[in-house]
């Protein structure tokens, strides 16, 4: 008898773990939040252009989370061994990366209207 028979006795019924999808959602997702703190915590000694550069990959790394969280939530959509879990939090994600700079930007215009008129 293997070690593997020992492991499982027959007739038991195994668990089955889920698939898990949504990986590449969770990473875009982290990503485009991580540019939103990161240059401001860095200090690089060079231009400053290269300082601020992730600010500008923030939209399309946060809209690339959140439409491939969509295509994968469609594509498991009715399966019950697949897990979503990473997809919907990467969703979660990228929409905060999208709302939290706009929100910022729209207060900031709106307090220098404020600060001129």
């Known amino acids: 008898m293997t070690s593997v028979e020992q492991m499982v006795r027959p007739g038991t019924p195994q668990r089955v ?13 982290a990503a485009a939040l991580t540019m939103i703190v990161l240059p401001l915590l860095v200090q690089y000694p ?7 550069f992730p600010w500008f990959c923030i939209a399309p790394a946060g809209i690339g989370a959140v439409v491939s969280g969509f295509v994968v939530l469609y ?15 990467g969703i979660t994600l990228g929409t905060a ?3 939290l ?9 709106w307090a220098l209207n404020q600060a001129v008129g």
């Not at 773990?17 to 997702?29: D, E, F, I």
């Not at 060079?46 to 601020?52: A, M």
């Not at 594509?75 to 939090?89: I, M, S």
């Open 17 to 29: 773990r889920p698939q898990v999808r949504g990986t590449g959602s969770l990473v875009l997702g």
């Open 46 to 52: 060079g231009p400053e252009w290269v300082r601020f």
């Open 75 to 89: 594509r498991v959509q009715g399966r019950r061994d697949v897990d979503a879990f990473r997809a919907r939090l």
């Open 97 to 99: 990366a999208i709302v």
């Open 101 to 109: 700079p706009a929100v910022a930007l729209l207060w900031l215009i």
